[in-house]
Protein backbone atom coordinates (compact mmCIF):
# COMPACT_ATOMS: atom_id res chain seq x y z
CA UNK A 1 0.00 0.00 0.00
CA UNK A 2 1.41 3.55 -1.04
CA UNK A 3 -0.39 6.61 0.45
CA UNK A 4 0.60 10.28 -0.47
CA UNK A 5 -0.63 13.05 1.45
CA UNK A 6 -1.84 16.23 -0.07
CA UNK A 7 -3.01 20.37 0.77
CA UNK A 8 -1.33 21.34 3.34
CA UNK A 9 -0.85 24.78 3.20
CA UNK A 10 -1.43 28.14 5.27
CA UNK A 11 -4.19 29.33 7.11
CA UNK A 12 -5.42 31.77 9.28
CA UNK A 13 -6.85 31.03 12.91
CA UNK A 14 -10.87 29.96 12.30
CA UNK A 15 -10.26 28.92 8.45
CA UNK A 16 -10.59 25.87 6.87
CA UNK A 17 -7.85 23.26 5.12
CA UNK A 18 -8.71 20.00 3.65
CA UNK A 19 -6.28 17.44 3.32
CA UNK A 20 -6.10 14.37 0.89
CA UNK A 21 -4.36 10.91 1.17
CA UNK A 22 -4.60 9.15 -1.87
CA UNK A 23 -3.92 5.05 -1.06
CA UNK A 24 -3.02 2.70 -4.34
CA UNK A 25 -1.50 -0.89 -4.66
CA UNK A 26 -3.41 -3.21 -2.11
CA UNK A 27 -6.22 -1.03 -0.44
CA UNK A 28 -8.67 -3.25 -0.49
CA UNK A 29 -6.67 -4.79 2.67
CA UNK A 30 -6.95 -1.53 4.48
CA UNK A 31 -8.81 -1.51 7.66
CA UNK A 32 -8.51 1.81 8.96
CA UNK A 33 -6.60 5.00 7.62
CA UNK A 34 -6.05 7.67 10.01
CA UNK A 35 -3.99 11.40 10.28
CA UNK A 36 -1.45 12.30 12.91
CA UNK A 37 0.34 14.83 13.57
CA UNK A 38 3.93 16.42 14.30
CA UNK A 39 4.12 19.99 15.79
CA UNK A 40 7.48 21.38 15.97
CA UNK A 41 9.27 20.06 18.84
CA UNK A 42 7.11 17.78 20.15
CA UNK A 43 6.16 14.02 19.34
CA UNK A 44 3.34 12.20 16.80
CA UNK A 45 0.18 12.57 17.90
CA UNK A 46 -2.92 10.92 16.58
CA UNK A 47 -5.71 13.12 15.03
CA UNK A 48 -8.35 11.23 13.43
CA UNK A 49 -9.34 8.00 10.96
CA UNK A 50 -11.84 6.57 9.27
CA UNK A 51 -12.91 2.90 9.35
CA UNK A 52 -12.21 1.70 6.01
CA UNK A 53 -15.33 -0.12 5.44
CA UNK A 54 -18.01 1.34 7.80
CA UNK A 55 -17.00 5.14 7.47
CA UNK A 56 -16.79 5.94 10.48
CA UNK A 57 -14.94 8.23 12.40
CA UNK A 58 -12.67 8.67 15.49
CA UNK A 59 -11.78 11.80 16.30
CA UNK A 60 -8.69 12.95 19.56
CA UNK A 61 -10.21 15.01 21.78
CA UNK A 62 -8.17 18.03 20.42
CA UNK A 63 -9.69 17.94 17.17
CA UNK A 64 -13.43 16.47 17.73
CA UNK A 65 -16.12 19.01 16.82
CA UNK A 66 -13.65 20.87 14.06
CA UNK A 67 -12.05 18.08 11.94
CA UNK A 68 -14.19 14.95 9.61
CA UNK A 69 -13.12 12.88 7.50
CA UNK A 70 -14.37 11.19 4.24
CA UNK A 71 -13.51 8.38 2.27
CA UNK A 72 -14.23 8.64 -2.10
CA UNK A 73 -12.98 5.29 -2.90
CA UNK A 74 -9.03 5.27 -2.25
CA UNK A 75 -8.96 8.65 -1.66
CA UNK A 76 -9.51 9.91 2.00
CA UNK A 77 -9.78 13.23 3.23
CA UNK A 78 -9.11 15.42 5.93
CA UNK A 79 -11.51 18.43 6.67
CA UNK A 80 -10.31 20.64 9.32
CA UNK A 81 -12.53 23.95 10.03
CA UNK A 82 -12.01 26.52 13.06
CA UNK A 83 -8.19 25.80 12.63
CA UNK A 84 -6.10 26.85 15.90
CA UNK A 85 -2.92 28.00 15.78
CA UNK A 86 -2.17 24.77 17.82
CA UNK A 87 -3.26 22.99 14.64
CA UNK A 88 0.25 23.98 12.96
CA UNK A 89 1.97 20.61 12.42
CA UNK A 90 3.07 17.82 9.84
CA UNK A 91 0.40 16.04 8.70
CA UNK A 92 1.09 12.58 7.86
CA UNK A 93 -1.67 9.45 6.59
CA UNK A 94 -1.55 5.94 7.93
CA UNK A 95 -2.88 2.42 7.20
CA UNK A 96 -3.57 -0.21 8.75
CA UNK A 97 -4.33 -4.03 7.71
CA UNK A 98 -5.10 -5.17 10.72
CA UNK A 99 -9.04 -5.57 12.30
CA UNK A 100 -8.61 -4.06 15.64
CA UNK A 101 -10.67 -1.65 17.94
CA UNK A 102 -7.48 0.54 18.53
CA UNK A 103 -7.03 3.41 16.35
CA UNK A 104 -4.70 6.02 18.25
CA UNK A 105 -1.88 3.97 18.53
CA UNK A 106 1.14 5.09 15.63
CA UNK A 107 2.69 1.70 16.16
CA UNK A 108 0.18 -0.27 14.96
CA UNK A 109 0.29 0.84 11.51
CA UNK A 110 1.79 -0.71 8.63
CA UNK A 111 1.96 2.09 6.12
CA UNK A 112 2.67 5.44 6.24
CA UNK A 113 2.86 8.17 4.18
CA UNK A 114 5.46 11.57 3.34
CA UNK A 115 4.03 14.31 5.61
CA UNK A 116 2.31 17.64 4.41
CA UNK A 117 2.89 20.55 6.19
CA UNK A 118 0.33 22.79 7.70
CA UNK A 119 0.73 26.18 9.27
CA UNK A 120 -1.92 28.27 11.11
CA UNK A 121 -1.43 31.98 11.75
CA UNK A 122 -2.76 33.83 14.93
Known amino acids: VQLQASGGGLAQAGGSLRLSCAAS????????LAWFRQAPGKERQFAAAIDWRSGSIFNADSTRGRFNMVRDKDTVYLDMNRLEPEDTAVYFC??????????????????WGPGTLVTVSS
Open 94 to 111: AADLHARREVSTERLYDY
Open 25 to 32: GRTFQITT
